[in-house]
């Protein structure tokens, strides 16, 4: 096994996290990178091997729904980490602030006074015509007035050695599972290194959580549970664990019942009172006498006890309007019409195909950009186009000029990369960063975010569903 030497490392052109634009190994990265060179490939390997067999042991999987084989995947983690100076995420923390702040107010406003729509800062028929949007909860108030208690918005970094803000994640997010037990992985691997960068620690995570769902009710002792679609569900992991993590019940929507509207779980002992709900259920699904009529994943009545104060659920329902990629291409002047301030962490530029010149742009050079579903995740209803087939950028012009409100443009922009484990040499891989907020009585940042990793060579799609993996993220003090 040939020894390893990092100073081959091809950055071919990309911003690399790791090496400079002089070639130069980046601060951050130095201790690291003289730690694995002088492990050598032999040791390394081992604990690639090692890491891939804890995800195993500690049922770290997913389901991919297109997978028609049904099996459940370990969701990669690359034992490579990436590394953030503290200063820089300083930066990223006061920026995701202030972003979530003004998301808030945006939503409560829009399902109270509406005064952002009346002062034509966003176009009102944009905001109504959401799929995202719930008539349904005009005039809601939910506790302390928060909507957005749990956020994982998704960044990048562009040539420019800047993060930008990619989409904003506000219904269920996930991935916070693997950011905390990526990083017990990556402890027991690398512990002498770790210790020595002053990594951040990410494992308040679930106290924190915990404090913020007791915050949101008036009960000394508050029954919280974490509401799950099922065992079936791709990030069903991910809601066992968090459950268990903060001490909470892990219950579907037919393990509730509503009485006299308030919520009770069914117990061998018979009911139990609960007063706040985790939901991981999208608000379609939470309650079938309100919104779908067909669902078996919620409770009947959920929505008319939260309504009259009686639950508490988390994240609001309605708050997916900010999710929609296309009230996203608003949000610095939301920013700038609550807050008064200029956005800290930018946006990508954005072409809204609703909008007569940017959708005339877009069919016009589709060949050179992102084509988005504006209501889709997960790396779905998406068109890479400098990478698209002929056919492919015809399919969706097709698909634009039938439903333009349901999709919006981006420039592609090449991802900052990180060096990745590949089966014979290490390589540059493409990034994103997702970090998560949590708003209760404060807004709280953990220092580490879930990095996700494009691991196919050339792809900058990081989704777990379409083969992406993780790293760990290491915020240095």
């Known amino acids: ?68 084989q049904g099996l459940e995947r370990i969701l990669h983690l690359d034992i490579i980490p990436r590394i953030i100076a503290g200063d820089e995420w300083d930066l990223l923390e006061k920026g995701l602030k202030q972003r979530i702040i003004a998301l808030n107010l945006f939503i409560a406003d829009i399902y109270g006074e509406q005064k952002v729509l009346k002062d034509k800062i966003i176009p009102k028929e944009l905001v109504l015509s959401s799929a995202t949007y719930l008539k349904e909860c005009i005039g809601l108030k939910p506790p302390k007035n928060i909507w ?197 962490l930018d946006n990508v530029k954005t072409y809204i195909c609703a909008e007569e010149d940017d959708r005339k742009y877009v069919l016009e050079n589709i060949d050179q950009l992102v084509v988005k579903q504006t209501d889709a995740s997960g790396g779905y209803g998406m068109l890479i186009g400098p990478k698209a087939t002929k056919a492919e950028h015809e399919e969706f012009k097709v698909k634009i000029k039938a439903n333009p409100r349901n999709y919006i443009a981006q420039p592609m922009i090449n991802l900052s990369r990180v060096p990745t484990l590949t089966e014979d040499e290490i390589q540059g891989r493409h990034v994103d960063l997702r970090p998560y907020i949590l708003y209760g009585d404060d807004i709280k940042i953990t220092p580490g975010a879930l990095t996700r990793v494009a691991l196919k060579k050339g792809s900058i799609v990081v989704n777990s569903s379409q083969g992406g993996g993780s790293k760990d993220t290491w915020v240095l003090d």
């Open 1 to 68: 096994m040939p020894k390893l030497n990092l100073s081959n490392y091809d950055t071919a052109n990309f911003l690399d996290e790791m090496v400079d634009e002089k070639g130069q190994i980046r601060t951050s990265y130095t201790l690291f990178r003289e730690r694995i060179e002088k492990m050598g490939w032999k040791k390394l390997n081992f604990l690639q091997h090692s890491t891939d067999r804890a995800q195993l042991s500690l049922g770290m999987t997913f389901n991919v729904y297109s997978d028609n």
């Open 148 to 344: 957005c208690h749990i956020t994982g918005s998704d960044l990048i970094k562009g040539d420019d050695n800047q993060f930008y803000v990619l989409e904003d994640n506000l219904r269920c997010p996930s991935g916070v599972s693997y950011m905390l037990e990526n990083r017990e992985i990556l402890k027991r691997t690398f512990p002498e290194v770790f210790e020595k960068l002053k990594v951040r620690p990410v494992n308040n995570y679930a106290h924190n959580l915990r404090d913020m769902l007791e915050s949101l009710s008036p009960q000394s002792e508050a029954t919280i549970a974490v509401m799950t679609p099922g065992a079936y569900n791709s990030a069903y992991f991910e809601h066992a664990y968090l459950a268990q993590q903060i001490g909470a019940e892990l219950v579907e929507g037919r393990d509730l019942v509503v009485k006299d509207d308030f919520v009770y779980m069914i117990t061998t002992k018979g009911l139990k009172r609960v007063h706040v709900i985790y939901r991981r259920v999208d608000d379609e699904f939470i309650d079938p006498l309100v919104f779908n009529k067909k669902s078996l994943l919620g409770t009947p009545g959920l929505f008319k006890a939260y309504k009259k104060g009686n639950v508490v659920l988390v994240n609001a329902p309605g708050t997916g309007v900010a999710d929609d990629k296309a009230v996203y291409a608003y949000i610095p002047r939301i920013i700038k019409y609550y807050l008064g301030e200029e956005a800290i």
